[in-house]
């Protein structure tokens, strides 16, 4: 970079600088001024034609909800078994205007392969065709069906878990504030990568690094708006999970932020609300990288180092976990 680089560019290691100039010959120009058709065409993966990580058992399902049928892909490492194994429900990211079944397909693989869970993949509804509460509702609606069909798909029912990149994240942990709400039995645990939990778009990350690579600050305010739709009037908990009067009573969770990130310290911040209400929290924060590095499998190095600490969270959890109430 030259001397006009910004001030986080040092921030940077070699493999994701060299990322970022990737990212910046990609992009003609930010996600924000693309618009959603835009972005999706540049941004959005296709499918992988020879996977990094081989399971025994990849599976395309459709789940039913309340909207209609949405696709999902199931993941396990061992097919022919009947024992019912613990399942992790991930939430892909995206902006809630972005993302598929295969921009998280090599991460499902390697937490599945990993870990030794099932893992389950959501392709909820996306904004702005689908604005806020629809993919919350798809998620929660699905949720609700893998614990009623759990026993057919070989899981068990009370070891379930719910995770999710970015937006995704933000959806893991709105599921667990609603069935907390309804009184509904809870995931056993939220793991979350760079969780967009907070609409103020206030703490000190989102000026720091206004113009990251391929998230900056204004891509997060133009991905919001067409979450939650015009004229939305703020303050729903179920949207902006920070916004939730309390977090006690929620599922543990594993919480993981990249260095240079608009989404950093939102993510931080709610990772210490949780500790404050009680709930036990691991919080890494991965230096060096951007935000998405954690579905880069095979790209950067500390995706390789995250998706081995969630494994490792995840077999811990199939150990001693119990479901909370």
Known sequence: MNDTAPTWWNLLDEQAAAMARMIDQMLPMPLHQLGPAGAR????????????????????????????????????????????????????????????????????????????????????????????????????????????SAPELGIDPDRIAIGGDSAGGNLAAALCLYRRDEDNTLPIAQVLAYPAVDDTFTRPSWSEFVDAPLLGAADGHWCWERYVGAGHPGGDHLAAPMRAPSLRGLPPALIITAEVDPIRDDAEAYAQRLRGDGVAVSSTRYTGVFHGFFTEVAVFAQAGQAIDEVCEYLRELARTARRPR
Request: contains cysteine.
């Open 41 to 148: 065409a540049l941004v959005n993966s296709a499918p992988a034609a020879d996977p990094i990580t081989r399971l025994d058992h990849v599976e395309e399902l459709t789940v039913p909800t309340r909207a209609g049928a949405i696709a999902a892909r199931l993941y396990r490492t061992d097919g022919t078994s009947h024992d019912a194994a613990p399942a992790l429900v991930y939430l892909h990211g995206g902006g809630f205007v972005l993302g598929t079944l295969d921009g998280c397909d090599e991460l499902c693989r390697a937490i599945a392969a990993g870990s030794g869970w099932t893992v389950l993949s959501l392709e909820y509804r996306l904004a702005p065709e689908n604005p806020y509460p629809a993919a919350l509702q798809d998620c929660v609606d699905a949720y609700a069906w893998l614990t009623r």
